[in-house]
């Protein structure tokens, strides 16, 4: 078949010498088809009689499915093939040939899967379409669309895409422009109009008119996402010395779906003639045929998913164009998708080959199975189900609308066959059901009974419609130690959904399997079967409710094998773990539970069970009945039926029932081995209308509070001043918070980035709202009082986020941070509000002179003070280090909570790694805005990346990259805020088993532009996960898991010197060394790479307070030796928690790195280096052991032991402590005061809202 099409020329061209017929092609395909039952029809071209089109039909009805190919193929040069262009030949499993892999390979498979259906009734339409002329002028296409045939409601339009279904495409217009001066002879420009001088001038227009087009409409689906303009040939004059009196310029525009192609092409002429107004010069713009417009269809759409499931490729974008727009104007569902690969069509030696013909005829079989026939039984008994957390809707299933009525033939081994497939994919579906949306509280859904505790109900009810669409975008396996944490030792409760074979026989599908399989992983308490099994009684005879091992060996010996086989899974789960296992039948569901609860202890609330499944119809149920096919007779959807014939035929009826209410119904009438499938619906009242999975049934659950209804008309009043307009109040709310501000560098930037996400958001679809919060600057007040409220700041931001994001309902929101407390700010806000929400990195600042930085300039302080720095110097250092906007540029606390931050999952990849000025980092927050809008659809929230194994990550990316201590108490405050258990143990826990491997400042060479350069985090990410050091099964904010996220991240490359290889570390453990002993009972965290050794000991030198310390430090009291002991910087008592970059800067400017060490409650830089140790706790202003400490006290600090030791008797101690007077606070008024009282101790992340209850 595909060699007697290769053998005929169809070429189709503009040039005349070059168009070739594509009638015998149409005639080929014409006999096939009608031997194969198809009624065909030749539709000749009116303006071109030796071309046709073809519509062959097998069946008849309406709605159905449109297989549509063109028949020509591209002008070709011969001489650059190998073979004869018109003659197949195979090699090498390649079948070559012109159009074998274009339109030609196409028509085989169609009619290879059509034969399937050739002694079938089918109740809906196979059509095949052969159209003319797609590859110049597409007339073909648009004769189709003149006469309104085919009708459909599905087409695939056969093109190469190697299986990728392709929902959208550029649109394409060949554009001529003229220009007509006037000749004369070059001696003297004024005898003439120079047509090139005049095109000089449309050449630099166009160039500003692409430019604006780019600017004006960006699509991130698409690989170039911005319309494209490429300007290809040009032809002008005749003579060098003649005025050029002619010129021509041809240009190929592609322009993005959403545009309007006849419009951009009279604005482009408009623009043209103002350029050239005054040259003198006539312009002419014309097409060389008329242009193919953009085309673009729903993504989430049943054709797109199904051809996505069964090809295995996920949909996708092109730049070419297609019959696309014309099917659809035709009212189909319509999709490109063929097999053989776009860069093989239109070239030299074209080829198709041989495994994609397999995998698009095996897919076609299954597709055409699926459109016509639609798998009905399968479909259209579910009924609306929603899960319900907090009095808001989180995901419902609900069928498509075209799914809401239908007359289908089904078949028993049809039916079965998708029963298997339907088994086969339960366990995923049930696993979506727990990782999508799974809040840290109890999660109930409307149609089973409401239990008060902590409990997990999944009750996927009904038969699933499309299984492969339930939760699209959002399926991911179960995640079972989240889950684990919010069980809690909880219940875990399933019922199995039921299916029916055309025969009425009826499938239960294997929850019970899968239930047992989760809630062994799970270790769960109970395990609890809803479901029809009644009459299970033990040798007693009495009926069996809790299962143990005794009784389930009675209960399988006197029980019939489908209650068997539920039982056998009972009993497996009982001798795995789970503890109680119990079986609820139907009669009794509401009293059984609450005994069976209230005997466990637990405070059990019972309602009466809502939903009672889908069940055979009653003559009582006619009313109902009628109720729902209604709506569907008075569209034409449905043949009448009267009422007295219902009553009849009620026998063939099944009904879904929910709150007393029949909700769906259909009709099935057996025929043997086939059944027609009739009268189906689902009551309007219940129809979502969006298809099924939708991980968020309201994707505005708090701004619709604030802008819906006549009574927030006053709200929308003052909104339309900022921006809305009335559209905007149908979109979800996306808050952008920006910590723009100009008192540092690191956050100058920031508000630029802030619109790009802006622009994403907003062209995502949603309507984002900018708004500020303050940042103060760490490297500006470090060594001041004004250092005070740099931990402070924290707070106040996430405090004045959440304040805003609660106040003004945002539905999800993008935060942006620059210096170092904004990142876990933002990601205390984050958790704490638990909506769809991204976080963007400001970016790194490029180095300054010779390679310096802010810590070049502390450090030069102290040389300075050791009079080894002139002043000349010292001005030179301070005013050529900071060279711009970003933050501090090695792997200081920004650099590191940015990168903590990716790998906890809250940001996009690479987000950490950027240039603060760059293209990428604006890009990143263009797609941070898309991205919240992306997760408000899939329904993914912070607590479902925030897991402790995700904590883990974010722990093991630190020690790996030697960044901040700073990180230990952020992320105890990140945690808090999730309600994730996280403990300083932890990260001793992780970091024996995680070696540092970069080389980066403070403690080493390189700054992090240089690790930008080498391709940032990800790398070393990837590194870490296939080390097993990454839980790579954790959700990220881009829907994909992180394992999914680095799958194709290439390796650094091999000469790089930043990143040490698993086998030659810096140091094989973590540098992040938590220590304890009698000076810090609770804990205390040193910074310890081996560089500055592993132990100190020498004698305290204490102060109160950082200035004390730091002249002592300066005049030179402090000596070789020396513990110096900063106290009563803690969180309370500084109170502030300051960081002691200046005096650690000093000893280093001093050359005392190696023969002292420094104790403090207070903080480190990420900038500091040396024998550090912070976080002391209790804090001396609690009265912990640091405040008892005095001059020429012995301390020894041992990483290795992992123990800081003040060498003093207990009896002393006491002694001291009983003298011991807290001093006066800092302040008893404002923030600094209230900061005090609320904020907890640093091993515990210094937060401010822990003992508030």
């Not at 006999?31 to 194969?36: K, R, S």
């Not at 002329?133 to 190469?160: C, H, N, T």
């Not at 060279?883 to 090695?890: H, R």
């Amino acid at each position: 078949m595909l060699a007697t099409l290769v053998s005929e020329p169809s070429v189709s061209s503009l040039t005349p010498a070059i168009d070739r017929s594509n009638l015998r092609v149409i005639e080929h395909l014409a006999n096939w088809l009608d031997a194969l039952g198809f009624d065909t029809e030749l539709m000749p071209l009116p303006d071109a009689p030796h071309k046709a089109n073809l519509v062959a039909t097998l069946g008849s009805g309406e709605g159905g499915l449109v297989l549509a190919g063109h028949t020509d193929t591209v002008p070709f040069d011969e001489t650059k093939w190998q073979t004869d262009p018109f003659t197949m030949t195979e090699k090498d499993n390649r079948l070559y040939g012109l159009g074998a892999c274009d339109m030609k390979g196409f028509f085989p498979v169609a009619l290879e899967a059509a034969t399937t259906f050739i002694d079938k009734k089918l109740t809906a339409p196979l059509t095949i379409v052969a159209t003319s002329d797609e590859e110049s002028s597409m007339a073909g296409a648009r004769y189709l669309v003149e006469g309104g045939k085919p009708k459909a409601s599905y087409g695939i339009i056969g093109e190469p895409t190697g299986l990728m279904p392709v929902y959208a495409h550029k649109g394409i217009a060949f554009i001529s422009i003229k220009l007509q001066g006037a000749s004369g002879h070059s001696s003297n420009p004024d005898l003439g109009c120079n047509a090139l001088d005049s095109m000089h001038k449309v050449m630099s227009d166009l160039i500003a008119f692409r430019q604006e087009l780019a600017n004006d409409h960006i699509n991130p689906a698409f690989e170039v996402q911005v319309p494209t303009m490429n300007l290809g040939c040009m032809h002008a004059g005749d003579s060098p010395n003649r005025i050029c009196s002619h010129a021509e310029l041809q240009i190929d525009m592609r322009l993005l779906p959403g545009m309007d192609t006849n419009d951009t092409i009279k604005r482009l002429q408009e623009r043209l003639q103002k350029a050239i107004a005054q040259c003198g010069t006539a312009l002419t713009v014309t097409t060389q045929y008329p242009p193919v417009p953009p085309f673009e269809s729903d993504l989430q759409g049943d054709l797109v998913q199904t051809l996505a499931t069964h090809s295995g490729v996920a949909p996708g974008t092109v730049a070419f164009g297609t019959e696309g727009h014309f099917l659809q104007s035709l009212g189909m569902e319509t999709v490109v998708w063929g097999p053989g690969s776009i860069d093989q069509a239109h070239q030299p030696n074209e080829y198709l080959a041989r495994d994609q013909i397999g995998a698009a005829q095996a897919f076609e079989h299954v597709n055409l199975s699926n459109m016509v026939h639609d798998l009905a039984l399968l479909h259209v008994l579910g009924v609306r189900l929603i899960l319900v957390h907090g009095g808001r809707p989180q995901i419902e299933l609900a069928l498509p609308e075209s799914f809401y009525h239908g007359h289908r033939r089904v078949t028993d081994e049809l039916a079965m066959s998708t029963i298997t497939a339907v088994n086969g994919q339960l366990r995923t579906r049930l696993e979506a059901l727990f990782s999508t949306g799974l809040p840290n509280s109890p999660l109930h859904k409307v149609d089973i009974p409401v239990i008060a505790g902590n409990f997990i109900t999944a009750q996927p009810m009904g038969i699933l419609d499309g299984v492969d669409h339930l939760f699209t975008g959002s399926v991911r396996r179960v995640e079972t130690r989240r889950i684990r944490n919010s069980l809690d030792g909880g219940a875990l409760i399933i019922q199995s959904p039921v299916g029916y074979s055309p025969s009425g026989q009826v499938f239960n599908l294997p929850a019970e399997e899968v239930a047992t399989e989760i809630a062994i992983a799970l270790q769960a308490d109970k395990l609890i079967f809803f479901d029809e099994v009644a009459h299970l009684r033990d040798e007693q005879g009495k009926r069996i409710s809790t299962v143990t091992p005794g009784s389930l060996d009675q209960a399988l010996a006197t029980t019939d094998d489908a209650n068997a086989t539920r039982l056998r899974y009972l009993q497996q789960a009982v001798r795995r773990g789970v503890t109680k296992s119990h079986l609820v039948p139907f009669t009794d569901d509401g009293a059984l539970l609450a005994e069976l609860f209230t005997a466990e202890g637990i405070g059990t609330q019972v309602v009466e069970q809502q939903h009672k499944g889908v069940r055979a119809a009653t003559r009582e149920d006619v009313a109902g009945i009628v109720e729902v096919i209604r709506p569907l007779e008075e569209s034409g959807a449905l043949v009448r039926r009267e009422r007295d014939r219902l009553e009849q035929e009620i026998d063939n009826f099944l009904v879904a029932e929910l709150d007393g209410i029949v909700v769906g119904c259909c009709a099935v009438y057996p025929y043997g081995a086939q059944a027609e499938l009739a009268c189906v619906g689902v009551h309007e009242n219940y129809q979502a209308g969006n298809g099924i999975g939708i991980p968020m049934a309201d994707e505005r659950p708090y701004s619709s509070i604030v802008v819906d209804g006549v009574e927030q008309a006053p709200s929308r009043a003052m909104l339309y001043p900022v921006g809305f307009t009335e559209e905007d109040f149908k979109k979800p709310q996306i808050g952008i918070a920006s910590t723009w501000s100009m008192v540092t560098p690191c956050n100058m930037h920031i508000n630029a980035l802030a619109d790009e996400a802006v622009k994403g958001a907003d062209a995502a679809g949603a309507k984002a709202v900018l708004f500020n919060t303050i940042t103060v600057s760490d490297g500006i007040s470090m060594g001041t009082p004004g250092m005070r409220y740099s931990l402070a700041s924290r707070e106040v931001i996430a405090d004045s986020i959440e304040t805003v994001v609660g106040a003004q309902g945002f539905d999800g929101f993008v935060a942006i941070g620059g210096c170092d407390k904004n990142m876990p700010a933002c990601g205390i806000a984050i958790a704490r509000m638990n909506r769809p929400a991204v976080f963007v990195y400001g970016g790194t600042i490029m180095p300054g002179a010779e390679r310096r930085d802010v810590v070049s300039v502390f450090e030069a302080v102290g040389q300075h003070a050791a009079g080894n720095l002139s002043d000349i110097k010292l001005k030179e250092i301070e005013s050529t280090a900071i060279p711009g906007p970003g933050s501090c540029g090695g792997m200081y606390t920004a650099n590191t909570m940015a990168s903590a931050m990716e790998a906890l999952g809250l940001s996009l990849p690479n987000s950490s790694a950027q240039n603060a000025i760059s293209d990428a980092k604006k890009q990143d927050s263009y797609n941070a805005g898309a991205a919240v809008r992306n997760l408000i659809k899939l329904g993914l929230k912070p607590s479902d990346m925030l897991s402790r194994e995700a904590f883990e990550n974010a722990i093991t990316v630190t020690i790996a990259l030697e960044g901040s201590t700073n990180a230990v108490l952020h992320l105890l405050a990140i945690a808090h805020a999730a309600g994730i258990p996280l403990e300083l143990d932890d990260f001793t826990r992780v970091g024996a088993r995680v070696p540092v491997l970069a080389d980066m400042r403070p403690a080493g060479v390189y700054s992090m532009s240089e690790l930008i350069a080498i391709g940032g985090i990800q790398p070393l990410m990837k590194t870490l996960l296939n080390e097993g050091l990454l839980h790579g099964d954790c959700m990220t904010v881009t829907g994909k898991t992180l394992a999914e996220n680095l799958a194709g991240v290439a390796d650094y490359p091999s000469d790089q010197k930043i990143i040490r290889p698993m086998n030659n570390p810096i140091k094989k453990d973590s540098h992040l060394v938590i220590l304890r002993g009698n000076l810090a009972p609770e804990g205390a965290v040193a910074k310890i790479t081996g560089h500055e050794g592993l132990n100190f000991t020498g004698k305290a030198r204490c102060f109160h307070g950082e200035e004390a310390g730091m002249a002592a430090i300066m005049d030179g009291t402090v000596q070789a030796g020396d513990v110096v002991i900063i106290r009563y910087e803690g969180p309370k008592g500084g109170p502030g928690m300051r960081e002691m970059l200046s005096p650690t800067s000093a000893i280093n400017g001093r050359g005392l790195s190696d023969d002292v060490a420094l104790l403090t409650d207070g903080r480190f830089s990420g900038g500091s280096r040396g024998f550090v140790i912070g976080h002391v706790t209790p804090e001396a202003f609690e009265g912990g052991p640091i405040a008892l400490v005095e001059d020429g006290d012995q301390i020894t600090v041992d990483a290795e032991a992992k123990t800081v030791i003040l060498h003093v008797d207990d009896a002393t101690l006491e002694k001291r402590k009983s003298q011991w007077q807290r001093p006066a606070p800092y302040t008893t008024r404002g923030t600094l005061a209230k900061y005090a009282k609320l904020v907890t101790s640093a091993s515990e992340g210094a937060v401010t809202d822990k003992y508030l209850d």
